[in-house]
């Protein structure tokens, strides 16, 4: 079963817009990932945040934990056509062996030039 | 750096046929996963290596699909026989040697599109 939900499922906003997705999780966590993913390719790492950190920044990204609630989520600011891909969360669970993964189903960003 | 290599990109096949897929990790790492995406159920992992060691098979549908991981630069991922239902997109990722935050990326290559009519 999955452990990410991310939401919404799909996002259509204008260039220059902020862009949130939240993702949401069961289970106690190490750290908690979001990748992108374009078109018709791979998964590319964006950014790792670890269960005992609340926000990180990484140039237009913002990404935030609650462990309380179980939940993150990624903010895209000025947002950029060339931004358009689905985003993913993955968790990596506490007792997971060596760091595996479990993804979501993604939310799917549409920005609009 | 080349980054992981997955061949084919796209394969067409049918029904009963055996399909091979392929992976070269990134040199220096010792991870290596396999993924399958599927619109209904999204990524999920089917196996895991460490330094060339299935270490987890759990993901792996049945008994028709079989990885190995012969040397520490190239795996597979084959499905004999192969059905309709296994028609996805197969992705192959490697992470660094377990040493340092840089062991929980993984890194993903393009992925092979897979049909079998």
């Known amino acids: 079963s999955q452990q990410g939900e991310e939401d919404p499922q799909a996002l259509s906003i204008q260039e220059g817009e902020n862009a949130t997705m939240n993702c949401s999780y069961k289970?106690?966590?190490?750290?908690l990932q979001w990748y992108r993913q374009n078109s018709g390719r791979g998964l590319v790492h964006l950014i790792l945040?670890?269960?005992?950190?609340r926000e990180k920044h990484s140039g237009r990204l913002r990404v935030t934990l609650d462990t309380s609630k179980k939940s993150s989520s990624l903010l895209i600011t000025a947002s950029r056509a060339a931004d358009t891909a689905s985003y993913f969360c993955?968790?990596?669970?506490?007792?997971?062996?060596?760091?595996?993964?479990?993804f979501g189903k993604g939310t799917k960003l549409s920005v609009i030039p | 750096d080349a980054g992981v290599i997955q061949s084919p990109r796209h394969e067409v096949t049918e029904m009963g046929q055996e399909v091979t897929l392929r992976c070269k990790p990134i040199?220096?790492?010792?991870?290596l996963f396999w993924y399958r995406q599927t619109m209904m159920r999204g990524l999920e992992l089917l196996i895991y290596?460490?330094?060339?060691?299935?270490?987890?098979d759990s993901g792996m549908p049945e008994d028709r699909f079989s990885a190995k991981m012969p040397n520490a630069s190239f795996s597979t991922l084959k499905i004999q026989p192969s059905e309709p239902r296994d028609s996805a997109v197969y992705f192959c990722?490697?992470?660094?040697?377990?040493?340092?935050?840089?062991?929980?990326?993984?890194?993903f290559g393009p992925g092979t599109r897979l049909l079998v009519l």
């Open positions: 993955a968790t990596a669970a506490v007792g997971a062996g060596s760091y595996q993964l479990t």
């Open positions: 040199s220096g790492h010792n991870s």
């Open positions: 990722a490697s992470s660094f040697p377990n040493r340092g935050p840089r062991q929980e990326t993984q890194y």
């Open positions: 945040i670890r269960s005992n950190e």
């Open positions: 289970t106690s966590i190490n750290n």
């Open positions: 290596f460490n330094n060339n060691v299935p270490i987890d």
